[in-house]
């Protein structure tokens, strides 16, 4: 995949598999939004396949994937403002396969988003709750395979553990997911599996504890970039990545067994 002279995308070979969670992490401009973009549809690859179930998917648009079962969020919060948050959500719903009136309700429930916010427009609301209303219309479509580009960005601690226990459920249902994301711990806390992409290719993927575990990890951390470590693969994306300030959180608690889906638990301080 190249933009001009720049090759974005080099080689890349990654399989999301149902039931996990993926993490894709590097530094700024490493390819990793232009792999979800190949991914979801936005944009298309000049060389490769990006294959769903065994079916060879390169040629549809992102509507069409959709349908299928790939949802994603972006790494700014994408919904309709002038939309009320349930409207929001019921967009995602009526993209579902099949569509299924209660998918509303129930996804409201599950993101905390069932009480008075419900009514309320998306203009105007906290950065943690747009998040959760991108996240809920994205889970709405009953989605196989869910991308998530910096879902993180943004939060405070405690949203940030409500994100990470909402995900490893969704997991343990069943769900694909990928993540992209520079919080290197919440990626430890959250992953099952980690690829390191530096200009274009994945020089290194394991679980978190082989790949992020390490004195390069620390230096990663401190500098904002991920060092290439040995030789790996990945693959699909599109345009450059925006530059988030670095955060820093505790390590989120990592469940010994499956999780049950339940409901977004409530930050108890108030919301920004």
Same mark, same amino acid.
């Given at each position: 995949? &190249? ?8 080689? +890349? ?7 996990? +969670? ?14 979800? #973009? ?6 298309? @690859? ?69 009480? @008075? ?20 219309? !994205?889970?709405? !479509? ?29 997991? !343990? ?9 520079h919080d290197l711990d919440l990626v430890a806390g959250l992953a099952d599996i980690v690829h390191v992409m530096t200009a274009g290719r994945i020089v290194a993927s394991g679980p978190p504890g082989s790949v992020l575990h390490t004195p390069e990890r620390r230096s990663a951390r401190d500098h904002h970039h991920l060092p290439a470590a ?10 450059? !990545?925006?530059? #988030? ?7 989120? #608690? ?5 999780? &049950?889906? &339940?409901?977004?638990?409530? @930050? ?5």
């Amino acid at each position: 995949m &190249r933009y001009g002279g720049f090759v974005a995308l080099d080689g +890349v070979e990654l399989e999301v598999v149902a039931g996990r +969670v993926s993490a894709v992490v590097g530094p700024n401009g490493a390819g990793k939004s232009t792999l979800f #973009h190949c991914l979801a549809g936005t944009v298309r @690859p000049a060389r490769g396949t990006v294959s769903l179930g065994g079916r060879d998917i390169t040629p549809l648009s992102a509507q069409a994937r959709t349908r299928l079962g790939i949802a994603r969020t972006f790494q700014q919060s994408a919904v309709f403002p002038t939309l009320t948050v349930a409207e929001n959500v019921r967009v995602g719903a009526e993209q579902g396969r099949p569509w299924d009136p209660r998918a509303v309700e129930r996804t409201l429930r599950l993101l905390g988003l069932d009480g @008075p916010v419900r009514a309320r427009p998306a203009t105007g609301l906290p950065t943690g709750t747009l998040r959760r209303v991108e996240l809920a219309r !994205a889970l709405a !479509a009953a989605p196989r395979v869910l991308l998530l580009d910096e879902p993180a960005a943004g939060l405070d601690t405690a949203e940030v553990t409500a994100l990470a226990r909402i995900l490893k459920a969704l997991a !343990a249902d069943g769900m694909a997911l990928l993540v992209v994301e520079h919080d290197l711990d919440l990626v430890a806390g959250l992953a099952d599996i980690v690829h390191v992409m530096t200009a274009g290719r994945i020089v290194a993927s394991g679980p978190p504890g082989s790949v992020l575990h390490t004195p390069e990890r620390r230096s990663a951390r401190d500098h904002h970039h991920l060092p290439a470590a040995r030789a790996g693969a990945l693959r699909p994306p599109g345009g450059p !990545a925006r530059r #988030h300030p670095r955060r820093t959180r505790p390590r989120p #608690h990592r469940a010994a067994g499956p999780q &049950r889906l &339940r409901p977004y638990d409530r @930050p108890a301080r108030a919301r920004r």
